[in-house]
């Protein structure tokens, strides 16, 4: 099933467990890694598509992920010709795609690469969300840059107070609500920050206390001691 300008619907899967890392799957009997992906049938919307082709790339059911979000409009790679099979070329000319973040809910036991008699991967691992795009076949490069720039703005945000994640931060009223109504409001909690080195990574941690709580970092951390003279 083709438009008119010779692109087949398709959709694209981000799958995201709960530390933001993505599925990453090396397609069989390839050198190449790759997310879920696969066209829509005629007569499919494209979430319906989506659900199916996670299930048969992953082993996944829709009630084992969340959707997170979805790219707003079609993304499209053209497919070189040496990648067209001969009868298609001339009118094949690549995909459009819609891309869709999920964040698996359930434990990462689900996913299954032999759940259908045609597998795509024959392995798979969780990487960082900004996946190596050296790894990729590169007339899907682009796209891949372009669907991880869009969705990265939904990304769940970590819950440093124990709550897991969460897609957007609580709006913070430093207002008090009581203000002209003979009304005292209840103390604010405070928040703080710290950064934390983790090898040659540096993250910056937000942790909100509660009202009359302080924090003094960790004694023992050498991030927290003063550097010897000379070093």
């Not at 819609?98 to 990487?127: G, K």
């Not at 590169?138 to 991880?148: D, I, P, Q, S, T």
């Amino acid at each position: 099933m083709l438009d008119r300008e010779g692109f087949r619907p398709n959709v694209g899967i981000i799958l995201l467990n709960q530390k933001n890392q993505v599925f990453w799957g090396k397609r069989i009997r390839t050198h190449s890694w790759q997310f879920p992906q696969g066209g829509i049938d005629r007569g499919e919307s494209p979430e319906q598509a989506m659900f199916r082709e996670l299930h048969e790339e992953v082993g996944l059911l829709p009630e084992h992920v969340r959707i997170v979000a979805r790219t707003r409009d079609w993304l499209r790679y053209e497919v070189p010709d040496r990648f067209i099979r001969r009868d298609a070329r001339g009118h094949y000319k690549g995909q459009k795609q819609i891309w869709y973040l999920l964040q698996l809910v359930e434990p990462e036991w689900n996913i299954n690469l032999r759940a259908t008699s045609h597998p795509e991967f024959d392995a798979w691992r969780w990487n960082d969300f900004w996946v190596p795009l050296d790894v990729v076949v590169e007339f899907k490069r682009g796209v891949y840059e372009m669907a991880l720039t869009e969705l990265s703005r939904y990304l769940p945000r970590y819950d440093n107070r124990g709550r897991g994640y969460r897609g957007a931060p609580r709006p913070r009223n430093n207002i008090n609500e009581g203000e002209g109504k003979g009304e005292t409001s209840e103390s604010q909690g405070s928040e703080v920050s710290m950064t934390v080195q983790f090898g040659f990574i540096q993250t910056q941690i937000r942790m909100e206390l509660p009202p009359g709580g302080s924090f003094d970092p960790d004694p023992h951390n050498s991030l927290d001691k003063p550097k010897p003279e000379g070093q």
